[in-house]
């Protein structure tokens, strides 16, 4: 070790030291920040392993602040899979739109729905490259308004946009372009709870198709493409 990382290493700890009986220690200590409990995330990696020589792309509408869409670009990796991976999002939250249904016509109260407008494509696109990350393709747009034409034979999907109308939305136009052999999974899938739009369009959805509901890990809906 050199005097200079010497230095550093000792800068480094006498500020996590006087960081430790603040609010700031948040910052130097590990935290399980996925929004998805191990178990459900190793459902996800099981479902890119199982979609693995498929080759049209990976979709994720809804990515939030790209916590997962790291984790199962690792997952890729390992499985040194290069299929292309498009990241759908708003990147500022849900819009007026979606939540007007959710409280005019599903009674839902607004002051719930303002979780992720502290996001930003930019912040996103940033955290790809902090973690190495060349594959994604971040799109910031409404899914309700987004022309799915120009992505065909999806191979695997993740819907997690929690409302009803973007998750039906999404179903709609993903399960169109999906390939044979492809997964779809719905996230927010249970009832009674803040998100039950997405429970409620998933359930309608599969309905219409003639499908039956395959509800795993108490929150997830799986569609699998025959």
Not at 4 to 26: D, E, F, H
Not at 123 to 129: D, G, P, S, V
Not at 195 to 206: I, K, L, Q, R, S
């Amino acid at each position: 070790m050199t005097w200079r990382s010497a230095v550093k290493r000792t800068g480094y700890k006498a500020v996590k030291s006087a960081a430790y009986y603040t609010p700031l220690q948040k910052l130097f200590v590990h935290r399980y920040t996925y929004m998805f409990s191990p178990e459900r995330l190793f459902f996800l990696c099981q479902c890119l392993t199982d979609t693995k020589g498929m080759p049209g792309p990976i979709l994720e509408v809804g990515c939030a602040y790209g916590q997962t869409t790291v984790f199962l670009n690792r997952h890729l990796d390992s499985l040194e899979d290069s299929r292309q991976y498009i990241c759908i999002d708003t990147f500022g939250g849900f819009t007026p739109e979606d939540v007007q249904y959710e409280t005019t016509y599903r009674g839902k109260p607004k002051r719930r729905y303002t979780t992720f407008t502290d996001n930003g494509l930019k912040w996103f696109k940033q955290t790809m490259r902090t973690n190495g990350i060349s594959r994604v393709a971040a799109i910031q747009a409404d899914v309700n308004q987004f022309d799915f034409k120009a992505i065909d034979d999806i191979s695997f999907c993740l819907v997690d946009v929690d409302l009803y109308r973007p998750v039906m939305s999404a179903l709609e136009k993903v399960y169109e372009r999906a390939a044979s052999g492809a997964i779809i999974v719905v996230d927010d899938c249970r009832q009674d709870n803040v998100f039950d739009g997405a429970y409620e369009a998933y359930m309608e959805f599969v309905a219409s198709r003639g499908l039956e509901p395959n509800l795993v890990l108490d929150k997830f809906g799986v569609i699998k493409i025959p």
